[in-house]
């Protein structure tokens, strides 16, 4: 059987979603694919490659306890085997006769770019196991899930969380400003689970995470460029108020004269930005050591093989 699960951005919204903000998830065009090969025996044959077609991990698990029996990374096979027992959990016939399954996973970008890996690996595990995504989700991880919602949707999406209640619709964003949006990928990286532990112990204002609903809801709704970068600017100086430091075109790119807006956790992985052309986006940041410009047409709807012709002709030279 054959599996597809996409990757995402957070357009909108930060970890203020775990505070009950509506936020603004996009799918990406490129996520990470999963077959599974059944014959006769009594374990799991784990390998993943990375987008170059590189195996970057293995593992063989034993099928009664998921025992590991053998690995090339005792710390991504535990967290593995705990996502295969929470599938079990959510649907005990999963794995309940003794076979020898080959499973192989493909990621379709670099996995440093931040967009989701473990959580469209959630969402393959849970269709191969016919079981909730979010209930493996929330046994494993800490976050809101909107990932989990991103990973299975073919269409942007609104995410809210209220109470113990998730919330998400498919809506339309593709802003007639497409060709002026591109996505940096800074060589920097963030632990999501740090950014989200720094959230919840900050003293969110329930004005705040009314402004960040508002902002999505204007994110999606606004209808030119100079719209968008206002609202990116409004967006960045919410965050940048209950995290107590500066935007990060404050802190770097004072001098762009575009919008700049941190995606997902502060501090790492990408950068949206908006400009006039790729060329000229691209010269600018590759200047700051960051040559990897991704135009939003390229990651949002190119599909796997124009990404890695992208990178393959923009990887900088060593």
Request: charged content about 25%; overall charge negative.
């Amino acid at each position: 059987m054959d599996y597809f699960a996409r990757g995402k951005v957070l357009l909108s919204g930060e970890y203020l979603v775990l505070h009950g903000a509506k936020v603004l998830a996009l799918p990406c065009s490129v996520g990470q694919r999963m077959r599974v090969r059944k014959s006769t025996g009594s374990e799991i044959l784990w390998k993943a490659y990375d987008w170059k077609g590189n195996l970057w991990f293995e593992a063989d698990f034993d099928i009664v306890d998921f025992h590991v029996k053998r690995t090339t990374d005792a710390r991504v096979a535990k967290r593995l085997a705990r996502v295969l027992k929470a599938a079990v959990r959510d649907n005990s016939d999963f794995l309940s006769r003794w076979a020898r399954y080959r499973v192989t996973t493909h990621l379709e970008y670099p996995i440093e770019w931040g967009l989701g890996s473990s959580a469209s690996l959630i969402n393959l595990v849970a269709q191969w196991a016919e079981a909730c995504p979010f209930a493996i989700y929330f046994e494993v991880e800490d976050g809101s899930a909107y990932d989990i919602a991103a990973s299975g949707s073919d269409s942007p999406i609104l995410y809210q969380i209220d109470g113990d209640a998730l919330h998400y619709e498919e809506v339309s964003f593709r802003p007639s400003f497409v060709d002026h949006l591109f996505f940096i990928y800074t060589g920097r990286s963030q632990s999501s689970s740090q950014a989200r532990s720094t959230f919840r112990r900050k003293n969110i204002h329930s004005v705040d995470v009314q402004t960040a609903t508002q902002l999505t809801e204007a994110f999606l709704s606004a209808r030119d460029l100079s719209t968008f970068e206002k609202l990116i600017k409004e967006h960045e100086h919410l965050i940048a108020k209950i995290l107590q430091t500066n935007p990060i075109k404050e802190q770097a790119f004072a001098d762009y004269p575009g919008a700049v807006k941190s995606l997902g956790a502060w501090g790492g992985d990408m950068l949206l930005a908006t400009g006039p052309d790729w060329q000229t986006v691209k010269r600018y940041f590759a200047d700051r050591g960051m040559p990897m410009v991704v135009p939003y047409s390229i990651l949002m709807e190119g599909g796997a093989e124009k990404i890695t012709h992208y990178i393959e002709d923009e990887q900088p030279s060593t």
